[in-house]
């Protein structure tokens, strides 16, 4: 119920092409979709995050698909880039902490390579 | 504006040794967490706190205790270090906005390394 199933584990990519990265999960009470962008020796950052009231949402090269009834979500990374290199984190999240009902909950990771 | 500081960067301790990991941010957050990052199984939380002098049990607390005495420190302490303690541990901070509503980033400080021998 709490987990987030992220594939695939590893993924090298050409100069150029798309990468996509997908997760599953599935409590239905999760209403936040973030995924985190993390380079070796550093914390994971932002990258781009979506709420189930749209199916899609894109900022610049990073778009996000969002399939409610699939309990589905994927990044998509258009035109992908050497310096793309990196782990992605897919996360979901449910509630405000003050409730104690909070989670967030990460997927295990995608380790990305883009080919020069 | 530093964000979110961790002390030390790494650290070798011996099995049953204790130790505490500092978390500083800058930011004014609120809200302050730790995770710990093995591999294979992404970013798990430990404990989490959502205000001066609160924590509360996250996904992974056992082997590990907390304090927020200030708004801007949240530490996280070892009283007995096992082996399996051993990974990467993270702390992340986030905020109340304008509207009262909990902010869903979370921000990273650049992690501890621990290994428990």
């Known amino acids: 119920q709490q987990q987030v199933k992220q594939s695939p584990q590893s993924l090298i990519v050409q100069k150029g092409g798309i990468s996509i990265i997908n997760c599953a999960y599935e409590?239905?009470?999760?209403?936040?979709f973030p995924w985190y962008q993390q380079f070796p020796g550093k914390g994971p950052a932002l990258l781009i995050a979506?709420?189930?009231?749209?199916s899609e949402k894109k900022e610049g090269r990073f778009t996000i698909s969002f399939n409610k009834s699939a309990k589905q979500f994927s990044l998509h990374i258009m035109d992908s880039q050497p310096g793309d290199s990196a782990t992605y984190f897919c996360a979901a999240s449910t509630g405000a902490l003050i409730t104690g009902t909070y989670k967030y909950i990460f997927g295990t990771g995608t380790r990305l390579k883009v080919l020069a | 504006n530093a964000g979110v500081t961790q002390t030390p960067k790494f650290r070798v301790l011996k099995t049953g040794q204790s130790m505490t990991l500092l978390c500083a941010q800058d930011m004014n957050h609120e809200y302050m967490y730790w995770y710990r990052q093995d591999p294979g199984m992404g970013l798990r939380l430990i404990h989490y706190?959502?205000?001066?002098?609160?924590?509360a049990k996250g996904e992974v607390p056992d082997g590990y205790n907390v304090s927020r005495l200030k708004k801007q420190n949240f530490l996280l302490g070892l009283e007995s270090a096992a082996p399996s303690q051993t990974s990467v541990y993270f702390c992340?901070?986030?905020?109340?906005?304008?509207?009262?509503?909990?902010?869903?980033?979370?921000?990273f400080g650049p992690g501890t390394r621990l290994l428990v021998l």
């Open positions: 706190s959502v205000g001066e002098g609160t924590t």
């Open positions: 979506i709420r189930p009231d749209v």
């Open positions: 992340a901070s986030s905020y109340v906005g304008l509207s009262g509503g909990l902010q869903e980033t979370q921000y």
């Open positions: 409590n239905t009470a999760f209403d936040y």
